[in-house]
T-cell receptor
């Protein structure tokens, strides 16, 4: 079984400030981890993913995330927020559990960026 | 860039009515999925479809739900007799393969059951 917990349904930052969106996962098998972003009236788009190898993963738009096995975390960060980063962010986990790779998602975190 | 398209974007229906949500996955993708998100809750997996049959389904996907790929392009989700608790955003997704492959999502269909 696998699950994802995203702490904070809303995160508010000022433009130029650090963005930190938290994600903790639970998985009985080595996880694949994903961050997706959803802009208004659009589908979920992949920001970045971790499968194996380097634990610090870089994605699009300056975002990155670090896989920390000991903390079962995959937090998403960006050094400097931009107004265009305002969106809904979803963390997801998958892994070969019972032969299934179906991703399990969190409830999402809405990022609000103030001028 | 190829995208997954969903129709309608918003549907309002009366309890007990049948609803069909439509999706056009990316043309060379082989795996298709439906997820839903009730307001304020997690994005929940409903069903996956591969090789013209259901490959996996969750506990949510009961006899009220069905999926179909009636032709080479559309992938539909039918809810036979809607309940109030079916009100949610329904997302269609597709992928080229399983494993760590990335899902491409549509913008969603918001279903409101009155």
């Amino acid at each position: 079984a696998q699950s994802v917990t995203q702490l904070g349904s809303h995160v508010s930052v000022s433009e130029g400030a650090l963005v930190l969106l938290r994600c903790n996962y639970s998985s009985s098998v080595p996880p694949y981890l994903f961050w997706y972003v959803q802009y208004p009236n659009q589908g979920l788009q992949l920001l970045l993913k971790y499968t194996t190898g380097a634990t610090l993963v870089k994605g699009i738009n300056g975002f990155e995330a670090e896989f920390k096995k000991s903390e079962t975390s995959f937090h998403l960060t960006k050094p400097s927020a931009h107004m265009s980063d305002a969106a809904e962010y979803f963390c997801a986990v998958s892994g070969k559990s019972g032969g299934s790779y179906i991703p399990t998602f969190g409830r999402g975190t809405s990022l609000i960026v103030h001028p | 860039e190829p995208e997954v398209t969903q129709t309608p974007s918003h549907q309002v229906t009366q309890m007990g009515q049948e609803v069909i949500l439509r999706c056009v996955p990316i043309s060379n993708h082989l795996y298709f999925y439906w997820y839903r998100q009730i307001l304020g809750q997690k994005v929940e997996f409903l069903v996956s479809f591969y090789n013209n049959e259901i490959s996996e389904k969750s506990e949510i996907f009961d006899d009220q739900f069905s999926v179909e790929r009636p032709d080479g392009s559309n992938f539909t989700l039918k809810i036979r007799s809607t309940k109030l608790e079916d009100s949610a955003m329904y997302f269609c997704a597709s992928s080229q393969s399983s494993g760590a492959n990335v899902l491409t999502f549509g913008a969603g269909s918001r279903l409101t059951v009155l």
